[in-house]
């Protein structure tokens, strides 16, 4: 199988950029090979012959919902939700910025 690289690092640098992530060069070199041994591990996957397999629905025949019914309970007041808060403000959690302009 040939080792193409889908994933360069030209496109790990702008992901970086997009996520706010400072990158060294040896990460991003790092980034961008194991992406790609992902990708190849994939494409292996789509090359294994499975006609005669049938598809699989769930691992458990007959299983139904498993989730509780959504029942509402006792939630804590306002001021006692923001008793123990570092930083409040106008009755609400008060968080720095996280996205920059």
Do not use: C, W
Request: hydrophobic share 35%; aromatic share 6%.
């Amino acid at each position: 199988m040939e080792n193409k690289k889908i994933i360069s690092r030209e496109k790990i640098e702008h992901l970086a950029r997009l996520a706010l992530i400072d990158l060294s060069e040896e990460e991003k070199e790092t980034f961008s090979k194991q992406l790609n041994d992902i990708l190849d591990y994939f494409q292996k996957l789509n090359e294994v012959d499975t006609t005669n397999v049938e598809p699989t629905r769930h691992v458990i025949d007959g299983l139904k919902n498993v989730f509780r019914e959504d029942i509402p309970g006792k939630s804590l007041t306002q001021e006692e939700a923001l008793k123990n808060a570092r930083e409040k403000q106008d009755g609400f959690f008060k968080a720095p910025r996280i996205i920059k302009e």
